[in-house]
């Protein structure tokens, strides 16, 4: 049961169009909270402003507000943008239909949002109220001030602006968007002591300024956790993919010392996916950052560290530990390494596209864009999943989706049900044997040339984003010399390192390789990177699992 907040009678508020879900909601608040919080609740998005302008004039306080999305005139996002304005400390939550989650992810860089929830929420005890618990006693412990975010200064078609945005989205951290050429923007130039020239301008939540910062300098100042807390553990799981994720969560839960090192965001390939539909229990489907964040944060709860923005360089054999050596010189060793760097899209051959990545070209969904791609034409280049995830993703905003496909048909690559679904969009056009020859544009892209793969023939079009998605190549240079590999860079193990029943070269234990070890003892691979791998969210979660079993294994004969 929630605590008093106060001598006067907190205000929890409740806005929705719909009579019978604004009771039904308000029901539901009372029944939990009503003998601590006075439960106020709205049928329209003003005659919610008017209460809380009132209860302002009043002087009383207003801990949280709960929108629904889907209101006329003023919908839940827009709601939520002025009431911020009266009372910027109040936690924010909106109600949100499934077709509208991606709405909600959007409104987290929009309004500071701190929670959206599923309709319908039953039953309240496991949906609503543990959400509402977390929020009031955050509310509680802020003080009742506005909690502050990051700002970023930047221009719109600027890589690097784009790099810093999609950084901090992709590891939840809320923050604001200045044009620099706007008012606010040149405003918070001028308190920093900048003129412009080097963007992006990030401010943290304590006002330090950062100019140009690099990914650690920036998860440092966000609160990311960027040092590993001991110098040795029982397990290191390098990468934050699904197989990576499912590793820390497995070993830590089973009592393994365990750490997590991520390069870039958790999540992976797979947390940039705007909607998986065939991961097993989630019948409706669930996007990829709603997925990391569930697995990253039961991964904490085990007790697994997880660090962000730390490139590993090094892998090497000291006796019976394992030693990871990272870009900046630094070192940590442990009994077990489970390899999980997974995979990276492709670059796109073709002129401009390096200069134009980041100003119109994108490499995965980069959802941090899609809301730029409102009303306008948009190629996706690529026929996997994943580009068929986020064909169905910008179709729902954008004027057209064109997907350009090398291949002479979806069906080799792409799941039946996407190529249903895309069948099915109005407004998703497949043009089957089409490469993009050239990309152009002066600051920011403006037209692709595109080739007729078997004529040969070529055609210049409008565009102004475009997004690839053409294949996976491993991020295992690193290993080099040091773990077996491939000749397209896949890390062997188990099986694939005895083809002729003999383990392989130096191996030095009476055994053979366990199924997803390497062939250096003790260090495994899960997921993607794996040589013949299933390539699948699921298969790399499972293979994050069973690599854990098989570290235990090892651990007990060593």
């Given at each position: 049961m929630a605590?008093?907040?106060?001598?006067?009678?907190?205000?929890?508020?409740?806005?929705?169009?719909?009579?019978?879900?604004?009771?039904?909601?308000?029901?539901?608040?009372?029944?939990?909270?009503?003998?601590?919080?006075?439960?106020?609740?709205?049928?329209?998005?003003?005659?919610?402003?008017?209460?809380?302008?009132?209860?302002?004039?009043?002087?009383?306080?207003?801990?949280?507000?709960?929108?629904?999305?889907?209101?006329?005139?003023?919908?839940?996002?827009e709601f939520l943008e002025q009431a911020l304005d009266v009372y910027p400390g109040a936690r924010r939550v909106l109600l949100t239909a499934y077709a509208?989650?991606?709405?909600?992810?959007?409104?987290?860089n929009v309004v500071d949002l701190d929670h959206y929830l599923l309709k319908p929420w039953d039953p309240p005890e496991e949906k609503l109220y543990p959400v509402l618990d977390d929020l009031l006693q955050t509310w509680r412990c802020s003080d009742y001030r506005p909690v502050p975010s990051t700002k970023v200064v930047g221009h719109r078609w600027s890589a690097r602006s784009s790099d810093v945005r999609e950084f901090l989205a992709r590891n939840q951290v809320p923050y604001r968007w200045y044009s620099a050429d706007e008012p606010e923007g040149q405003r918070l130039l001028a308190a920093a002591g900048q003129d412009g020239q080097r963007l992006p301008l990030v401010i943290t939540p304590d006002g330090t300024p950062l100019v140009e910062p690099e990914a650690p300098e920036l998860a440092a100042q966000v609160g990311l956790a960027t040092t590993p807390a001991a110098d040795f553990y029982d397990l290191v799981v390098i990468g934050g993919g699904p197989a990576g994720l499912g590793a820390a969560v497995y070993g830590a839960s089973e009592g393994l010392r365990t750490v997590l090192v991520e390069r870039s965001a958790t999540g992976g390939q797979a947390g940039q996916s705007s909607r998986i539909e065939n991961y097993l229990g989630f019948p409706d489907g669930v996007s990829g950052a709603q997925l990391t964040d569930r697995a990253r944060r039961q991964a904490a709860k085990f007790g697994a560290e997880i660090l962000s923005a730390r490139e590993v360089t090094g892998l090497e054999v000291n006796g019976a530990a394992r030693t990871v050596r990272f870009s900046d010189g630094s070192a940590v060793a442990a009994h077990s390494v489970i390899l999980a760097t997974g995979v990276s899209y492709r670059q796109l051959d073709a002129p401009g596209t390096t200069d134009l990545t980041g100003c119109g070209v994108f490499y995965g969904s980069a959802l941090t864009e899609a809301a730029s791609c409102q009303g306008h034409d948009v190629y996706i280049v690529g026929g996997a999943n994943s580009a068929g995830q986020a064909a169905m993703y910008l179709a729902r905003g954008a004027k057209s989706v064109t997907l350009l496909v090398r291949g002479p048909s979806l069906s080799a690559s792409m799941s039946h049900y996407l190529i249903q679904q895309i069948e099915e969009a109005p407004?998703?056009?497949?043009?089957?044997?089409?490469?993009?020859?050239?990309?152009?544009?002066?600051?920011?892209?403006?037209?692709?040339?595109?080739?007729?793969?078997?004529?040969?023939?070529?055609?210049?079009?409008?565009?102004?984003?475009?997004?690839?998605?053409?294949g996976a190549a491993p991020l295992t240079d690193w290993l080099d010399g040091t773990v077996l590999r491939d000749e397209r860079g896949f890390i062997l193990a188990g099986p694939d390192l005895t083809p002729d029943g003999r383990p392989p070269a130096d191996w030095e234990l009476d055994r053979p390789p366990y199924h997803l070890e390497t062939n250096i003892p003790g260090v495994f691979v899960a997921g993607d990177a794996r040589a013949e791998s299933a390539k699948r969210v699921a298969s790399a979660v499972g293979e994050g699992a069973m690599a854990v079993m098989l570290v235990h294994r090892y651990l007990e004969q060593s």
């Open positions: 605590q008093a907040a106060d001598a006067a009678r907190t205000v929890i508020l409740t806005v929705d169009d719909d009579p019978g879900v604004s009771r039904a909601v308000a029901r539901d608040l009372r029944r939990r909270y009503g003998e601590s919080y006075r439960i106020v609740r709205a049928e329209s998005g003003e005659s919610a402003l008017q209460a809380l302008r009132e209860l302002k004039l009043r002087g009383d306080l207003v801990a949280v507000i709960l929108a629904d999305y889907r209101m006329p005139q003023m919908n839940g996002i509208d989650t991606n709405a909600a992810i959007d409104a987290i407004n998703i056009s497949v043009r089957c044997g089409t490469a993009v020859e050239a990309v152009h544009g002066s600051d920011r892209l403006e037209q692709l040339t595109l080739r007729d793969v078997e004529s040969g023939k070529t055609e210049l079009v409008d565009a102004q984003w475009m997004f690839v998605f053409i």
